[in-house]
């Protein structure tokens, strides 16, 4: 018999290990903190529509739908799979803090590692720690760090580095949505000074803001990889502002040939997993993330996790949510990653091509140990 915020895995010591595994979320942003409307909750719900969901459609009609009422219903006192008008009545009793101080701590996450480069009505480092009584580490987008060094007056360039410096001082990573602003395919070299200098004075020019100069980008990313911290990039699925066929991590080769020993994380992967995999094979510094794919493949997260477990090396495979909005996002993400997981493992250890031992070994890489070593956390 399973409670709420309990995994239905089996009594097995795989399942029993699976469930009780403390995670790092070693991607995800800030829940809601202030009340919306339905239709802001089911928007929430859809990931690449930039307008608002069709008067014909649902969010709840999709697979992470049915995920969160099968799994999230519990976690407020509901059945599994109550109905979509049931659970948005039922958890329009809640505000949105109380909402996220049940859902939050339910994911059993020791560390959330917080991309603070989106949203402004949204709970911050602090208030995660706060609303969740784990540890919460800001990981410093690189656009936004762009766009403040656009608003100071004197050298782009001198105060892009010394705000990257100070917030990086206090952080734990750095992250970047290139994806979203030309892709990955195109020159990924570093600019010269003058090169950013013009690039930087036509940008203020035009306001400085919603940065798209690949030359300022470029030099981002470099400046970065100096800072020797963890580097993530957004890779694969998103919304439809992302051009999906320029997100192809393939096309990141010459990059992560210049990156050195600075550690390259791989955000969501989906439907790239496999050249993701890949490169976290052939790169020492390469790694790779599952969040927000599993979230939005639902009951079909196991088939995914296992994709990821072919090519890239356990010791290179990282767990996170992406978490962004709804609190049920930052809890499903963690309850079917472990769903999964034990779907995947439980298999390869029935058929005898994997030993329980290694199983839970892997489990604990994946889980926590990976990310641990590279954010120190």
């Known amino acids: 018999m399973t409670g709420p915020g309990q995994s239905h895995l089996s009594g097995s010591a795989l399942g029993e290990h699976i469930s009780e595994v403390v995670l790092i979320d070693q991607h995800m942003h800030g829940c809601w903190l202030t009340p919306?409307?339905?239709?802001?909750?089911?928007?929430?719900?859809?990931?690449?529509?930039t307008e608002p969901l069709a008067a014909f459609d649902s969010g709840f009609d999709s697979q992470l739908g049915f995920a969160l009422r099968a799994h999230c219903g519990p976690v407020l006192g509901l059945p599994e799979h109550v109905d979509p008008d049931g659970y948005w009545a039922h958890r329009s009793r809640f505000d949105e803090v109380e909402l996220a101080r049940r859902f939050l701590p339910a994911a059993r996450v020791s560390n959330w590692l917080v991309d603070t480069g989106i949203g402004s009505d949204i709970a911050g480092v602090v208030e995660l720690a706060d609303l969740s009584g784990s540890a919460a580490h800001e990981v410093v987008r690189l656009e936004q760090v762009a766009e403040q060094a656009a608003q100071t007056s004197g050298d782009y360039a001198a105060a892009f580095e010394e705000i990257l410096g100070h917030r990086a001082a206090t952080a734990v990573g750095t992250k970047s949505i290139l994806a979203y602003r030309?892709?990955?395919d195109g020159d990924l070299t570093e600019p010269s000074p003058g090169q950013?200098?013009?690039?930087?004075?036509?940008w203020r020019e035009e306001g400085g803001v919603g940065l798209r100069?690949?030359?300022?980008?470029?030099?981002?990313?470099?400046?970065?990889?100096r800072l020797g911290m963890p580097m993530q990039l957004h890779v694969g699925l998103g919304d439809r502002d992302c051009d999906l066929h320029k997100t192809n991590p393939l096309y990141l080769l010459d990059f992560l040939r210049q990156s050195g020993?600075?550690?390259?994380?791989?955000?969501?992967?989906?439907?790239y997993e496999r050249e993701a995999g890949y490169l976290a094979q052939a790169f020492n510094n390469v790694y790779v993330d599952c969040g927000l794919s599993v979230n939005h493949l639902g009951a079909r997260a196991a088939a995914f996790l296992g994709r990821m477990l072919e090519l890239a090396p356990f010791r290179k495979i990282l767990y996170s949510s992406d978490g962004y909005g709804p609190a049920e996002l930052h809890f499903l993400g963690a309850r079917l990653w472990r769903n999964g997981i034990h779907r995947v493992l439980r298999e390869f250890v029935d058929g005898g091509d994997w030993s329980g031992a290694d199983a839970i070994r892997v489990v604990d890489l994946i889980a926590r140990d990976n990310a641990a070593r590279i954010y120190r956390v």
């Open 36 to 49: 919306g409307d339905r239709r802001r909750f089911e928007n929430a719900l859809n990931e690449a529509n």
């Open 182 to 184: 030309g892709g990955f």
């Open 196 to 202: 950013v200098a013009a690039a930087a004075q036509r």
């Open 213 to 225: 100069d690949r030359i300022l980008l470029r030099f981002g990313l470099h400046q970065a990889l």
């Open 261 to 271: 020993d600075t550690p390259i994380v791989l955000l969501h992967c989906y439907p």
